[in-house]
């Protein structure tokens, strides 16, 4: 067949869309060549169900090698003493995590959605609402804080066998050691999901779940800047005795009950060519440039906070210890979903997202959510933060002028003119 031309049209409008434009969206990042070239390579050619030395499939053996670098590199980046790195996203470690530890109809407690928790902590839409029951905990209207009093208290009254830990939309460090004390209390388990802050985390610039959690998922494409994916780590809780028995009576260790979870239990084959992307990605975790970069996608998370607490918006909690932050637009007389399309308008990309206590729907939602680790892979400091906190206030002040959004948009693209991807 000739060249898909109307595909690679399309990528290259892509290419120009990101290009130009001020990506806000803090669950996306910007990879670096080596790991686009690796997921684009002849590894997606090859089928290997099962793991390092222990395939279904001939012809393993380079894939062996490559998975292998993977995995030692996630555990030395990480400190974790057991990783899986097959799982396809993060929505399928999670998915896998449950059906390698609890049973459908057990008792799940995780954030609220509305809260800044993820669909796979037990929305009703999402398998893990629909196969097991899910109980939630949420964030103090007071100070935007998680309500560790409620969570604990959930917990005793209901006896969940296990409690998720972790968010998407929610910007402070978390109390890993006091929610596993309140899992050991019922003997539930503990599962830290740290997919959004997970870069931050790898580079001991926020709390360590791993010490403290029996499992750690993650995904690979956010703060970490891998290729999209997922992935499953172990701490000090490896090769427990946790779970199952087998027919013959033996034990299986949580490890190898996750393993058989991933596969067979919710994929096939792994994809050989992320995975080869993800060892490259963890292998420039490992760097102390990405430690630079890691500390700079804080920097510029607190000044984009600083610029909008000084200009009256409501962030829940009051600022950021990580990567991004909600804002609460019910005192700017715009919705999240109108503010996401006039700044998408601009130039500039964000997502609108529930609030907590919010009393319009997820299609409208009072808030939106804004990340700064795609856009500090560009290369932008606090003082282009700054500006760019005043275009987006600029937008949202302006939202019916077209002619005033054009012209934001033209600063945008002049902004990111100076700041080159894929160079
Ligand atoms: N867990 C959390 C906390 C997330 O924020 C996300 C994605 O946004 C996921 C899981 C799901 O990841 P994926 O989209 O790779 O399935």
Known sequence: MERDQAIFNLIADELK???EGIEL????????KQVMEAAGSVLTNKYAEGLPGKRYYGGCEVVDEIETIAIDRAKQLFGAEWVNVQPHSGAQANAAVFLATIKPGDKILGLDLSHGGHLTHGSPANLSGKIYQPLFYGVKEETGLIDYESLE??????????IICGASAYSRDWDYARIRKVADEIGALLLADISHPAGLIAKGLLADPLPHCHIVTTTTHKTLRGPRGGMIMVGKDFENTWGAKTPKG?????TQLLDLAVFPGTQGGPLEHTIAAKAIAYGEALTDDYLVYAKQVQANAQALAKYFVDRDYKIISGGTDN??????????????????????????????????FDTRSPFVTSGVRFGTAAITTRGVKEAEMSQIGELIDE?????????????????????????????
Do not use: C, W
């Open 17 to 19: 869309r990101q290009e």
């Open 323 to 356: 990567h991004l932050m909600l804002v609460d637009l019910r005192n700017k007389d715009i919705s999240g979903k109108e503010a996401e399309a006039v700044l998408g308008l601009a130039g500039i990309t964000t997502n609108k997202n529930m609030v907590p």
């Open 153 to 162: 208290e959930t917990a005793l009254r209901e006896k969940p066998k296990m």
């Open 250 to 254: 033996e034990t299986r260790t949580i």
């Open 25 to 32: 969206i803090a669950s996306e990042n910007f990879v670096s």
């Open 395 to 423: 937008a949202i002040r302006f939202k019916g002028d077209e002619a005033k959004l054009a012209s934001i948009h033209s600063k945008v693209k002049e902004m990111m003119a100076k700041f080159p991807l894929y160079k």
